[in-house]
T-cell receptor
Framework: AQKITQTQPGMFVQEKEAVTLDCTYD???????LFWYKQPSSGEMIFLIYQGSYDEQNATEGRYSLNFQKARKSANLVISASQLGDSAMYFC????????????FGAGTILRVKS | ETGVTQSPTHLIKTRGQQVTLRCSSQSGHNTVSWYQQALGQGPQFIFQ???????GRGNFPPRFSGLQFPNYSSELNVNALELDDSALYLCASSRDLNEQFFGPGTRLTVL
């Protein structure tokens, strides 16, 4: 069974600095996908970045990058130049299998950006 | 904004009642997934609909049921509500496996 582990319940970062949010996963499938979502207090889940298990390069989307280490089964999110608006809950999620139809989410990490 | 809409925004029901939540998917998306997010937890997969057929189900009892319409909008129905059903219910639409775009959610409170 799939499992996503986010070991940091909460993180603080100074505005304009970079921060890394940790995510490890467990799967026996060779083909899978990894997602990161941001959830502000309003509740909406905002898609940030996606990494496929066969992608050779780490995914990047603007200030977001995914540090994908397949052998370690980790998919850490790096946010560069943090902004006050980045304060939110962040979830790592995995789609298992080539035709997997569900996302399995971790427990989340609360990020607070300090001015 | 994802283009996925959900209604209602908030809902209060009592134990034993039934509830219907609605989701309109993003244009061109033929797949809708429903998730339940209890307070302080990550979302849990309820089920998915693809072209009006159920395409996978999570560990939820049969009193959680769904429907997808020809325009790909979807409903989640919950019968015999229990206190533990209080949660944020999220709908996500997608066109392929590398994306799932979520709506703003419906916050259900069961008293």
């Amino acid at each position: 069974a799939q499992k996503i582990t986010q070991t940091q319940p909460g993180m603080f970062v100074q505005e304009k600095e970079a921060v890394t949010l940790d995510c490890t996963y467990d799967t026996s499938d060779q083909s899978y996908g990894l997602f990161w979502y941001k959830q502000p207090s309003s509740g909406e889940m905002i898609f940030l970045i996606y990494q496929g298990s066969y992608d050779e390069q780490n995914a990047t989307e603007g200030r977001y990058s995914l540090n994908f280490q397949k052998a370690r089964k980790s998919a850490n999110l790096v946010i560069s130049a943090s902004q006050l608006g980045d304060s939110a809950m962040y979830f790592c999620a995995m789609r298992e299998g080539e035709y997997g139809n569900k996302l399995v989410f971790g427990a989340g990490t609360i990020l607070r950006v300090k001015s | 904004e994802t283009g996925v809409t959900q209604s209602p925004t908030h809902l209060i029901k009592t134990r034993g009642q039934q509830v219907t939540l609605r989701c309109s998917s993003q244009s061109g998306h033929n797949t809708v997934s429903w998730y339940q997010q209890a307070l302080g937890q990550g979302p849990q997969f309820i089920f998915q609909y693809y072209r009006e057929e159920e395409n996978g189900r999570g560990n939820f009892p049969p009193r959680f049921s769904g429907l997808q319409f020809p325009n790909y909008s979807s409903e989640l129905n919950v019968n015999a509500l229990e206190l533990d059903d209080s949660a944020l219910y999220l709908c996500a639409s997608s066109r392929d496996l590398n994306e799932q775009f979520f709506g703003p959610g419906t916050r259900l409170t069961v008293l």
